[in-house]
């Protein structure tokens, strides 16, 4: 196991050269959403590929080399509204279906936000875009089939998906002939661990329509877990909290975070009709901020929804 800077992994992205290659027989196939478009294709043979293992902590990412022939594709899909946990899902199940062991699955501020995304090999705009608030990775490892990595995000109107496959080989990518349904099962576990250990969770999958305190079409896995979670404890009360970052007075922003807040319960109560009583809002403009507000990384993530416990028993 080694360790891996930002200056590492961006030359290891600069030593892959444009092949094309074929992919062996045997293996996990990966379905993408329909209407999946790919925009970059790269293969490297033989090559190395740095695997991240870990989330990003204390200046450096946790990562595995793995050599062998390595292979790096995007993909866009237009008009696609399922979050980047959605989009990564059914790719992760089917990597452990096939035997893989899953080594890191994580979403944006878990993985190291900003760091994380600059550490690793992603592909530059607009063959990939990545939402630093807003984006889904996993790393997975098979002793003969080698390394996958799966990055996926999305911005007001589209999906994106990077698949990097280092030191063995998967069967295919393909857009699936019908969208997949998402178990809520994991997810709702993660909710309710998080919920009852630490009485929150920062709800980052949310997506907002651009200039606008609404939420974007489609589904919410975090907000789909949390309706489950209060399903399963029908005398807990969830209250979501909106926070913004510094920007304008504090009048403005408490509004404007009361009405995402809002957002989500109006989200609960039609898509789930969870009863009015274990849902509320509130706004906290920038009272709560969870990084400095000084620099346009630290604002983004300071701009968030939570769900927070507020049972006692």
Aim: charged fraction near 20%; charge should be negative.
């Amino acid at each position: 196991m080694t360790s891996t800077t930002r200056k590492r992994a961006e030359a290891l992205g600069l030593t892959l050269c444009l092949l094309q290659g074929a992919s062996g027989a045997g293996a996990a196939e990966l379905s993408l959403p329909p209407g999946a478009q790919q925009s970059f294709s790269t293969v490297q043979s033989p090559g190395a590929y740095a695997l991240p293992t870990g989330p990003w902590q204390n200046g450096t990412l946790p990562v595995e080399r793995v050599e062998g022939r390595v292979e790096v594709a995007a993909w866009h899909i237009p008009g696609n509204v399922d979050t980047p946990f959605q989009l990564a899902k059914p790719m992760r199940d089917a990597l452990v279906a096939d035997g893989f062991e899953i080594l890191l699955d994580c979403r944006s501020r878990a993985c190291g936000g900003f760091d994380f995304r600059f550490a690793t090999l992603v592909l530059p705009a607009p063959e990939m875009f990545v939402d630093l608030t807003d984006f889904h990775f996993v790393s997975a490892m098979s002793d003969d089939q080698g390394a996958v990595s799966i990055l996926t995000s999305r911005d007001a109107r589209s999906g994106y998906v990077q698949i990097i496959r280092a030191g063995g080989s998967v069967t295919g990518i393909r857009p699936s002939a019908k969208p997949a349904t998402v178990a809520p099962t994991a997810e709702v576990q993660g909710i309710a661990e998080q919920l009852d250990s630490l009485g929150h969770v920062i709800l980052d999958d949310l997506v907002f329509r651009t200039g606008s305190t609404a939420l974007g079409d489609g589904r919410f896995a975090s907000l789909d877990a949390i309706a489950a979670y209060l399903a399963q404890n029908p005398s807990r009360t969830i209250l979501f909290v909106g926070h913004t970052d510094a920007t304008g007075s504090l009048e403005a922003n408490r509004s404007v975070s009361l009405r995402r807040a809002q957002a989500a319960v109006t989200y609960l109560r039609e898509r789930h009709n969870t009863p009015a009583r274990q849902i509320g809002a509130q706004g906290a403009g920038y009272l709560a901020p969870v990084a400095s507000n000084l620099t346009p990384e630290g604002r983004e993530v300071n701009r968030r929804v939570e769900a927070v416990l507020i049972s006692t028993e």
